[in-house]
Nanobody, 123 residues
Framework: QVQLVESGGGLVQAGGSLRLSCAAS????????VGWFRQAPGKEREFVAG????????TYPDSVKGRFTISRDNALNTVYLQMNNLKPEDTAVYYC????????????????WGQGTQVTVSS
């Protein structure tokens, strides 16, 4: 099975940018569709980006479309989430997840999860 480790979180001012990384080990990340999710205190975990195995297709919810970009480098076994024009409401723990099946926005479609990285956006 694959192990996932997120990094790149931190504290940023509103309007700033961060790039999160999801490093995979154990199996090639190219074997999986990958999604990024986030969870704020007291809220459900929500989908923010997904990418197919090849990287040929991506999907985003309206809340982050145009601001977030997911990409992958299968040779480096890493998936990225570039986040621009960050808002205080983007504050959450961000998780990457790998799916043996197709890319999906549903958290239950993912089989492996990282431990998360905190993103805090100050106003």
């Amino acid at each position: 099975q694959v192990q996932l480790v997120e990094s790149g979180g931190g504290l940023v001012q509103a309007g700033g940018s961060l790039r999160l990384s999801c490093a995979a080990s154990g199996r090639p990340v190219g074997s999986y569709a990958v999604g990024w999710f986030r969870q704020a205190p007291g809220k459900e975990r929500e989908f923010v980006a997904g990418i197919t195995r090849s990287g040929g297709s991506t999907t985003y919810p309206d809340s982050v479309k145009g601001r977030f970009t997911i990409s992958r480098d299968n040779a480096l076994n890493t998936v990225y989430l570039q986040m621009n024009n960050l808002k205080p409401e983007d504050t959450a723990v961000y998780y990457c997840a790998a799916a043996r099946g197709l890319m999906t926005a549903q958290r239950y479609g993912y089989d492996y999860w990282g431990q998360g990285t905190q993103v805090t956006v100050s106003s």
